[in-house]
């Protein structure tokens, strides 16, 4: 009983040092910070924002950066600021959505490949032929076919995505399957479901925490891609993308409603990719060892 006991606060101590260690690089440090200050915008978006990003003043159109409005006003004299925030709330909801619809098809597919050989083949060609296509060219087409909305955006990305993580999981399965753990729990009558998710699947957090912080990363510019070229959600909707779009009309003239939007999109993104690149550098046994 005092091993079991004791059991749960060694692992909480061991996860604290990982992120402690973690965190003592600069670079994942700073990109943590950014990334906080996202989430905490958009979480209290509607407290933050100074106005509705749907409120209209034509009186103030095309208002330089002030103490009033801090991005200054586009077109329609929507304040860029609030308009910047709710984008992000956006953002990040795409981002969450298609690592977690990408991960349940990516973890599946590549698992299924990986374990049982009859499997491997057709799987394997069907990642490989997803991922022929470009990224953007490949969510342009589903959109297209689909129909423009939040909800097909999501699919789509998360379709585009899936293969990468599918291919992780199922070059790593192929390993573990023919490790002695696996064949003496395959020998002792364990349940094939059973193998997978708790003997397979268990090992490879690390890789899949690596690579959806990078999926992240990327859904989030895909989406802008989108929505810039009026793939994306309903144009009154914010997204950064809609507003660089829009913005570019008025470059040199308001170059302030591009401005600020590219770069949040900038922000988030790197903040996401130097959490990515700590992780994995900590994750993985080789780079850890040279660190």
Do not use: C
Not at 89 to 115: K, N, P, W
Not at 214 to 242: H, K, Q, R
């Amino acid at each position: 009983m005092a091993d079991i006991v004791t059991s749960k606060p060694a692992s909480t101590n061991e996860t604290m040092k990982f992120v402690r260690r973690l965190l003592k690089r600069k670079t994942v440090a700073a990109g943590v910070i950014v990334l906080a200050i996202f989430i905490l915008l958009a979480v209290f978006a509607p407290l933050i924002a100074p106005y509705s990003p749907s409120k209209l003043s034509i009186v103030n159109r095309l208002k330089p950066p002030s103490e009033i409005y801090w991005f200054g006003t586009d077109e329609f004299g929507r304040d860029v600021f609030s308009r910047a925030i709710y984008a992000g709330r956006l953002s990040l909801l795409v981002g969450a959505a298609v690592v977690a619809l990408s991960a349940l098809i990516g973890i599946t597919l590549g698992l299924l490949a990986g374990f049982f050989k009859k499997l491997d083949t057709p799987i394997a060609r069907l990642i490989d032929a997803m991922m022929a296509f470009p990224d953007i060219l490949l969510a342009i087409a589903l959109v297209a076919a689909l129909g423009p909305s939040l909800t097909t955006v999501i699919i789509a990305l998360s379709i585009v995505y899936a293969p990468r993580l599918a291919r992780i999981v199922r070059a790593s399965t192929l390993v573990i399957r023919e490790l002695p753990y696996v064949e003496a729990a395959q020998a002792l009558g364990i349940s094939t479901f059973h193998i997978m998710t708790r003997h397979v699947l268990r090992n490879l957090v690390s890789p899949i925490l690596v690579q959806g912080t990078f999926l992240f990363a990327s859904a989030m510019l895909a989406e802008a891609g989108l929505s810039f070229l009026g793939l994306g959600v309903s144009p009154e909707i914010p997204t950064w993308g809609t507003m660089i779009s829009a913005g570019r009309q008025y470059i040199g003239q308001a170059d302030w409603m591009t401005l600020f939007p590219g770069f949040a999109i900038i922000l988030a993104v790197l903040s996401l990719q130097m959490v990515g690149d700590g992780l994995r550098d900590m994750l993985d046994p080789k780079l850890r060892r040279e660190l």
